[in-house]
């Protein structure tokens, strides 16, 4: 597994979602049914579940006008949803349909962190391999995978790393807006998009800031939103468990590297960042 040369440790970590995930080519005869049979044998830790309707493909294309977009529209008359199931603890949500599975940590209170490599990865490719067997057991095609992807979205509160919009450039290295105030105006919200080719071709690296506010129960905290996914195409020329396990470990890298790199000093500081090894 590829690695970067150092991580980033956050004391005070502004991580509060990640997710895992991998894009399939449709598996003929998987239906709505089948994805509920595969939360019931997914056993009593997982008590949750919600349908919602599922994701459209995604498609890191190069050297063509549509891959400025990477989304491929699609009409279709297919009845199938995304599930989305959920532990007790709320911590954790599968996400699966037919074309997609994911995994995501969601924050709940002051919980740790948990590391990329000694715990995410690991749950993802438990859930992953749960999946395919729950496939071959019902006699459907094995998945085959075109896609990884990998998000994290990071929480900057007011009154940490800033307290007024006059402050949105404080937590970054680049400007968030043109400027706090002009020609009698001031700024109130921003929302902003950057997107990053992960070379050779590899895969993007998309990085959006909103502010918003965050919370699920009044009063709401206001917040500085920070998405970062990347993703690619699965290599081909390897089998499908190389491909994933390369993409996804790019993937995080990628974003682990970026989010150090778009932050500023005085972020880093805040959060307690440091150069030792311990991953994110």
Known sequence: ?????????????????????????????????????????????????TDVPPLGDQFEQFGT???WS????????????????????????????????HYNWVRQGVAKY????????????????????????????????????????????????????????????????PLADMNGTVLASVRAYWRY?????????????????VGNEPPKNEALIVKLTARGPVNKERDADTGIDEGLNLGHDTIVQGFRDMTSDEAHEYWGYGNERSGA
């Open 1 to 49: 597994m590829s690695r970067a040369t150092e991580r980033v440790s956050f004391h005070r970590p502004p991580v509060v979602e990640t997710v895992l995930g991998v894009q399939f080519d449709p598996v003929r005869g998987l239906t709505n049914a089948h994805l509920g049979a595969f939360w019931a044998s997914l056993g009593g830790g997982w008590p949750r579940v």
């Open 114 to 177: 948990p590391r990329y490599e000694e715990t995410i990865r690991p749950e993802f490719d438990e859930m992953w391999k749960r999946f395919v067997a729950f496939l071959r057991d019902r006699g459907l095609d094995a998945p085959v995978p075109n896609q990884w992807e990998v998000t994290y979205v990071n929480h900057f509160p007011r009154n940490t790393v800033w307290s007024a919009p006059s402050d949105w450039s404080k937590p970054f290295k680049g400007a968030l807006a």
């Open 70 to 101: 990477g989304m491929r529209l699609q009409v279709s008359q297919d009845p199938s949803s995304r599930l989305q199931i959920r532990n007790e603890a709320g911590d954790r949500m599968i996400q699966v349909q037919n074309r997609r599975l």
């Open 197 to 213: 080719e992960i070379q050779p071709q590899r895969g993007r690296l998309h990085v959006e800031v909103t502010h918003g506010f």
């Open 65 to 67: 006008p549509s891959a």
